[in-house]
Every structure is written in C-alpha cells, then in structure tokens.
C-alpha cells in the first residue's frame, strides 16, 4: 500500500522526509508559481527551468526568456514577473523560460533527491490524481507556503489531494495530511471563500494583481502531468498528455 505524506510548509522537510529517493514529490505553490508554470506549459513552452536564486536565474543567455519575484514583485530588468496572466502563447511558445520565486522554486530545489518532481495546481489537479493513482508510488505532498510559513492556499489544495488519494486506498503517514484533509473537508463547498482569508490573496490584491487569483483557481484546463526532469519542467509522456497549446485569445 503506498504511503501519502503531507508538508505544510517547507520548514517540515529535514524533519519529515528522511529519504525522498523512493518517492514522488508533489511541489505545490498555488499562488503563484506552480500554477503560473502550468499556464506557461498550457500555452506552449519549451520547458520551464526553475532555479532557486535570481542570481542564477540572471546567468541564463539570451535565449531564453526570464521570470521571476521576490516577495511578490517582479524582479528588476526580468522579462516577466510571476504572474500566469504574462505567460500568454504569444509570449512563451516555444521558449525555453528561467524562472525564480520566493517558495516554489525554493521548494523544487529542496526535492530534488526525489526519485520524480511533479508540478500540480489546480489546472491540472486531476491529471496529476490520475497519474499517482495509477503509478502507486509513495507521495509526499509539499506545499510550498510563504517563507516556511503555513498558508490556507497551498494547504487547502494538499487537503484535496490527500483525499482523491485515501479514498483508492493510500495509507496517511502524517498528521499533517490529516489537517489538510480536515481543512478541505470542511471548505470544499466554498473554496472561492475560504481562500478570500488567505494571507496571499491579501497579498496580491495589495499588488493589484487580483486576476491571478482567479487564473490560478481554474479546473483542469490543462490534461498533462507535469514534472522536473534534468532540471526543467516538461510535459510527462502519458496518454493523459495530449493536451494542445493554448491559443493566444483563450482565456486565463
């Protein structure tokens, strides 16, 4: 019976996941970053390569396009920010993209003695229960958060994750999956609601960038399971991944 372990925040790493080399990671950084890269697979891009410094991120040559924040604001003299609304078709089809951020990236780097990385949101949350339903690997969910602090966002979406997942039988190995559980369970009617108490959604709207909410909260737009291989994010080979990009004119 596989195992389904659940990180509130990237604070509980060292302490919780002794060796990730037999399992799946799920990273999980619902505003913004896993979902801006889930748009930006949407509409076409080559692949996207997550580095956890801007300094890194700074290095890449010219072909490729850079994106990136630090605490919510775009990085200075990069080509885009964080935000899924700037990862349009026009833009990154066919782009390989360096991206940087506050958690997510943060948190890609601190998996990467996974034995798989996946990249989920809700674009194409049921893609990613699929694909960890059929490849019956351990799982550990880690939410992302804000600089190691817990947040409903990436917390509430672990929660539904974690229920898909024990509901066809994975065994919790956490108490943290059982919060997150709990969390969902009690909010799963109105997640739109709930989320309006989130730090981050305060963060955002402060940041008069309140359409990214609403972006990073659309349903399975996207069919293709997403993971970190040799460094970049990609399309992972399934039959589930047939996906077409997305037009210029469809909406976010």
Not at 7 to 19: E, G, I, N, Q, Y
Not at 168 to 192: Q, S
Not at 244 to 251: E, I, L, V, W
Request: charged share 25%.
């Amino acid at each position: 019976m596989p195992k389904l372990t659940t990180l509130l925040s990237p604070a509980m790493f060292d302490a919780t996941v002794l060796d990730a080399s037999n399992k799946v990671v799920v990273v999980i950084d619902i505003f913004r970053a896993t979902s801006t890269m889930t748009v930006g697979m949407e509409n076409g891009a080559k692949a996207i390569y997550p580095v956890k410094d801007v300094a890194t991120a700074s290095k890449a040559g010219a072909s490729f396009i850079k994106a990136g924040e630090r605490n919510g604001v775009k990085v200075e003299g990069f080509d885009l920010g964080n935000s899924p609304r700037e990862f349009t078709a026009d833009i990154v089809r066919d782009r390989d993209i360096v991206m940087t951020t506050t958690n997510g990236t943060r948190a890609i780097s601190m998996s990467e003695s996974a034995k798989q990385i996946l990249i989920s949101s809700y674009r194409n949350i049921q893609a990613t229960i699929d694909y960890l339903v059929s490849s019956r690997e351990d799982v550990v969910l880690f939410c992302s958060g804000w600089k190691d602090v817990v947040n409903i966002e990436d917390t509430l979406f672990a929660g539904e994750l974690a229920s898909a997942l024990c509901d066809i039988g994975f065994e919790i190995d956490n108490d943290a999956a059982h919060i997150a559980m709990a969390v969902y369970e009690k909010n799963k009617t109105n997640i739109d609601g709930f989320l309006q108490k989130a730090s981050h959604v305060k963060r955002i709207k402060k940041l008069q960038s309140e359409g990214d909410v609403e972006a990073c909260l659309k349903r399975n737009t996207c069919q293709c399971v997403l993971e970190v291989k040799d460094g970049k994010v990609v399309q992972l080979e399934t039959s589930t991944n047939n996906q077409k990009p997305a037009t210029r004119n469809q909406q976010l």
